[in-house]
């Protein structure tokens, strides 16, 4: 079993940032994808962006690419989602995940974009 815990979501004004970070616990691989999706009110949950753990290779969706910044600390179990020129449609409930065997879900953290 594998726990995740994310932080750093909150109320952020239109061009403003915010970075959410997630750790990981429990049964953690050495070899793992972590990322994170979202899910804005009345929509289904959508990809963002992902990493690995060896060559930390990334992926993002179209709608954030040049704006979000994903990243990880292997030592810590803990990944990064730096997030820049934030619009109100960035606003959500940002979910970690983390993948090798089976897949795990953080509880969520809200990010809101208004002014």
């Known amino acids: 079993q594998v726990q995740l815990v994310e932080s750093g979501g909150g109320l952020v004004q239109p061009g403003g940032s915010l970075r959410l970070s997630c750790t990981a616990s429990?049964?953690?691989?050495?070899?793992?994808?972590m990322g994170w999706y979202r899910q804005a009110p009345g929509k289904q949950r959508d990809f963002v962006a992902t990493?690995?753990?060896?060559?930390?290779?990334?992926s993002y969706a179209n709608s954030v690419k040049g704006r979000f910044v994903i990243s990880r600390d292997n030592a810590k179990n803990t990944v990064y989602l730096q997030m820049t020129s934030l619009t109100p449609n960035d606003t959500a409930v940002y979910y970690c995940?983390?993948?090798?065997?089976?897949?795990?879900w953080g509880q969520g953290t809200q990010v809101t974009v208004s002014s």
């Open positions: 429990g049964s953690i691989s050495r070899i793992n994808t």
């Open positions: 990493i690995t753990s060896g060559d930390s290779s990334t």
């Open positions: 995940y983390y993948s090798r065997w089976s897949v795990s």
